[in-house]
């Protein structure tokens, strides 16, 4: 390895570093948001670990105050996209970090540069995956580039499977006889360590490509997916406030008005006293099912402080209010009143 190599790698520490440090600024960015919506929540959030006698939910207690922090956060799909978005972004920076420092510093140990390389990748597989399940449950809207990541992904993690088969292979050639046709590179006249270091440079410059990438472009799925949240609380807050109690108004006067219930089957069953059919992007609900989701819309009603609204499925509210207002249209129709009688 040359001087001119030892320079470059360290160079390319040192911009990887300057980035990774940066990136904080992102993690303030998305922990400042989604602090917000958890500052509104009022739920007693029992312990999951180190718990004593007594700090154990009751049997009594019941979803969504029997939430244990554990569940609270790692059934949120937002939190789980924060978390392995900034993994994603970090793993990036440290690919040249990591392998600049050590290239500039202890010279070219290519078994040592190869498990180092293997390492990071496993890390970032497993975070590129599981960010991109939360952002499946998120369903923000995502531009055509953004629908491509799956497969940009995969191109990205072979990029790096060669990058490290190559180094750990000329590493291995040193030491034990490496079969000729693994090591292609040596049939057009490419030495073992150039090809090394020629794919160690392009990953790491690669690297630092992708996580500045990537860092810009979670940072908009961010706001996208906290910004519609936003929007469709303050909906939610509106509609249960406002229009909610003229509806359930309009639903006692159309019963009042039939003297049999059976008049009224459809309307009925829509308005389910009172209760739509609610989902969940959070675990704990979509295990607990519809019943725990009508406690929660119970308590929203019934003007409770701090009820977990973001944890509703609001556009599926919002479906719920347009069907009753049809079914109650129909009704107050004349033809609606002629089908009645």
């Known amino acids: ?36 919506r958890y500052e509104l929540t009022g739920l007693p959030v029992f312990r999951s670990r180190n718990v004593k006698e007594g700090e154990q939910p009751s049997d009594s207690v019941t979803l969504p105050d029997s ?6 956060f790692d059934g949120d799909p937002l939190v789980i996209f924060m978390a392995f978005s900034v993994a994603v972004t970090w793993i990036q920076f440290l690919v040249p970090l990591t392998i600049g420092l050590t290239t500039a510093w202890f010279g070219e ?3 040592v540069l190869a498990s180092e390389l293997t390492f990071l990748l496993g890390a970032f597989a497993f975070s590129f995956v599981t960010r991109n399940k939360a952002i499946e449950r998120l369903r923000p809207y995502l531009t055509r580039e953004e629908l491509l990541w799956p497969l940009f992904g995969a191109i990205l993690l072979a990029f790096y499977a060669v990058a490290a088969a190559v180094a750990m292979t000329s590493a291995l050639s040193t030491i034990t006889h490496v079969p000729a046709f693994l090591m292609v590179w040596n049939r057009w006249g490419i030495g073992n360590e150039k090809a090394s270091l020629f794919a160690l440079k392009f990953v790491c410059i690669l690297a ?7 860092t810009n472009k979670d940072m908009f ?3 996208k997916s906290v910004a519609a949240e936003r929007m469709r609380r303050r909906w ?6 406002e229009r909610y109690p003229k509806l359930r108004k309009r639903v006692d006067m159309a019963k009042s008005e039939t003297l049999q219930k059976a008049q009224l089957p459809e309307l009925l069953r829509k308005w389910n006293e009172g209760c739509p059919e609610i989902a969940s992007t959070h675990d704990a609900f979509i295990v607990a099912g519809q019943r725990a989701l009508t406690q929660v819309w119970r308590e929203l009603i019934e003007g409770r402080s701090g009820a977990p609204s973001w944890m509703l499925d609001v556009p599926r509210i919002a479906n719920w209010e ?12 004349p033809a609606g009143a002629a089908a009645v009688a």
Not at 13 to 32: K, N, Y
Not at 236 to 241: D, E, K, T, W
């Open 1 to 36: 390895m040359t001087s001119d190599d030892a320079t470059f790698f360290l160079n390319i520490a040192v911009i990887g570093g300057t980035l990774l440090a940066l990136s904080f600024v992102t993690l303030q960015f998305f922990l400042s948001d989604l602090l917000k």
């Open 236 to 241: 939610l807050i509106s509609f249960v406030h």
């Open 67 to 72: 939430l244990k922090d554990e569940m609270l």
């Open 322 to 333: 347009s069907e009753v207002e049809e079914l109650l249209r129909r009704h107050d129709s």
């Open 109 to 111: 140990h290519l078994g």
């Open 221 to 223: 799925i961010f706001f």
């Open 208 to 214: 630092l490509l992708v996580g500045t990438y990537t």
